[in-house]
């Protein structure tokens, strides 16, 4: 089985602040690891993925994230938020034990505040 | 990049109606598909695997004979709501795996909001 917990439903940063948003995965087996964003009626945008080369992901709009195994960890991370952040932000794991699928974690609301 | 188109993107559709949506893969094969459903402010959750060719596998607690799928070609996936009632009402997102990429390969499309009336 297979799983990620996001802690924080909502994280509030002001405008240039540092965005962190945290993720914990548990998997059997090595893990595929993803952060997708999510604007209001929208589909899923990928911002970047784990898929077992590098450790320190770099992904668009300048988020990055970083695999620690020790840790089971792939916390989201950007140097300074800007208005545009402001969304739903869903880690997603996946191995290749369990058919492909994408487990979803539960989401976290980032505010960008001015 | 890879690019998947689903429509609509919204309908509208009264008690006993079936509504058919597409999910389509532009620039790549998707052997398989995924099929979610999002309440509001909620995760996504994953209602069934579509598979070219074959039947597709529903996740527990999904009615089937509601919501048929089919993957008729290694690009087009059709999630149909069948006989829709209110509680049906939701948003609805479709995945493609790229076939050159079994395990990091997913794209997303835009959803479809689903309002039953």
């Known amino acids: 089985a297979q799983s990620v917990t996001q802690l924080g439903s909502h994280v509030s940063v002001s405008e240039g602040a540092l965005v962190l948003l945290r993720c914990n995965y548990s998997?059997?087996?090595?893990?595929?690891l993803f952060w997708y964003v999510q604007y209001p009626n929208q589909g899923l945008q990928l911002l970047l993925k784990?898929?077992?080369?590098?450790?320190l992901v770099k992904g668009i709009n300048g988020f990055e994230a970083e695999f620690k195994k020790s840790e089971t960890s792939f916390h989201l991370t950007k140097p300074s938020a800007h208005m545009s952040d402001a969304a739903e932000y869903f880690c997603a794991v996946t191995s290749t034990g369990t058919a492909s699928k994408l487990t979803f974690g539960t989401g976290t609301r980032l505010q960008v505040t001015l | 990049g890879a690019v998947v188109s689903q429509h609509p993107s919204w309908v509208i559709c009264k008690s006993g109606t079936s509504v058919k949506i597409e999910c389509r893969s532009l620039d790549f094969q998707a052997t398989t598909m995924f099929w979610y459903r999002q309440f509001p402010k909620q995760s996504l959750m994953l209602m069934a695997t579509?598979?070219?060719?074959?039947?597709?596998?529903?996740e527990q607690g999904v009615e089937k004979d509601k919501f048929l799928i089919n993957h008729a070609s290694l690009t087009l996936s059709t999630l149909t709501v069948t006989s829709a009632h209110p509680e049906d009402s939701s948003f609805y997102i479709c995945s493609a795996r790229d076939d050159r990429a079994q395990f990091y390969g997913y794209t997303f499309g835009s959803g479809t909001r689903l309002t039953v009336v």
């Open positions: 579509s598979n070219e060719g074959s039947k597709a596998t529903y």
């Open positions: 784990y898929t077992s080369a590098a450790t």
């Open positions: 998997s059997s087996v090595p893990p595929y």
